[in-house]
């Protein structure tokens, strides 16, 4: 009787194996993921400031997500984070698919070159933006030197002006993490087929009717994934906006996660914070959620 117990007990063990090892990664998720995403909106449902002396927090329901449709800065940092997200990612996608197609072939050249270009991705943000800061300086800056000797006036630098802030910041990032997606652009090349490609040859198909009806689909799923990956990153931006313009002049480069971040740490109002926070986690998922709806019906 109790060998057979054993036995059972022992296979429903060998059964539930994957479950046990799945434990420490479920554990690590709680703690990571949902926990934070639970205590975030808890506090979005409180008046919670810093500089209230008891710390006390005063359960307000909704009323910090009503106040933040009522507020002029959030519809300015979500036209400007859409606009940075716009520039940014479709300039990447482009730019990282064109150095990818550039720098497929397996040279020495090439391999040289794909290694240099992910140095500006090794690098922090924030150093990035203190040394592009210190290239768009109006005083002794190479960029506003080179512009000017065009004939284009900037002023007080691409960073000061209305007009070129946010162009300028777009740019940083384009510079930075274009490299990142030219690597998951030639992973996707890495593992096309070389059937398709032979067909359309003895088919008599050019250079670009083979790129435009064989690559361009077949990358796909790589699109999807490039795309995801960077919009998900340019809408948390921080390091660059901090570094750089602080979010001026005016509110020109002022983006959702720099609203955040000046309510909840110069103005420590931490319910509010919380509350605008997670509308940004509910603006990225939609887009997520859409733009995997869409590429899953072009797909089938």
């Known amino acids: 009787m109790n060998q057979t117990l054993g036995k059972s007990l022992y296979k429903k063990f060998q059964n539930n194996t994957y479950l046990v090892l799945l434990l420490p990664l479920l554990l690590f998720v709680v703690l990571i993921a949902i926990y934070p995403l639970f205590f975030s909106f808890r506090i979005s449902l409180f008046d919670y400031r810093l500089t209230d002396p008891n710390q006390t927090q005063t359960f307000v329901g909704i009323e910090n997500y009503i106040r933040a449709f009522k507020d002029p800065i959030i ?54 933006g203190l040394v592009w800061k210190s290239l768009y300086n109006a005083d002794f800056g190479v960029i506003p ?16 002006e209305l007009n070129f802030a946010m162009p300028a910041v777009i740019l940083i990032d384009i510079w930075q993490w274009t490299p990142l997606l030219m690597i998951i652009f030639l992973a996707g090349l890495k593992g096309l087929p070389k059937e398709p490609y032979e067909a359309a ?21 790589t699109f999807l994934i490039a795309f995801l990956t960077r919009t998900i990153q340019s809408f948390k931006v921080f390091d660059i906006i901090y570094a750089t313009t602080a979010g001026g002049p005016g509110n020109v480069t002022t983006v959702l996660n720099f609203h955040i971040y000046t ?38």
């Open 145 to 160: 030197f080179y512009l000017k000797e065009l004939g284009i006036n900037v002023g007080r630098g691409p960073l000061g």
């Open 201 to 221: 040859y003895v088919d008599g198909a050019s250079r670009w009717q083979s790129f435009l009806y064989i690559t361009l689909p077949l990358l796909k799923p």
């Open 263 to 300: 309510v909840g740490m110069t103005f420590f109002d931490m319910g509010y914070a919380a509350a605008l926070a997670n509308i940004l986690l509910f603006v990225v998922t939609i887009i997520s959620i859409i733009y995997i709806g869409v590429m899953s019906r072009q797909q089938y």
């Open 75 to 128: 519809f300015i940092s979500l036209k400007n984070t859409l606009i940075f997200v716009a520039g940014t990612v479709s300039a990447e996608l482009v730019m990282g698919l064109g150095l990818a197609l550039l720098f497929a072939p397996e040279t020495r050249i090439a391999r040289f070159v794909r290694s240099f270009l992910l140095i500006p991705m090794a690098l922090p943000p924030l150093v990035v």
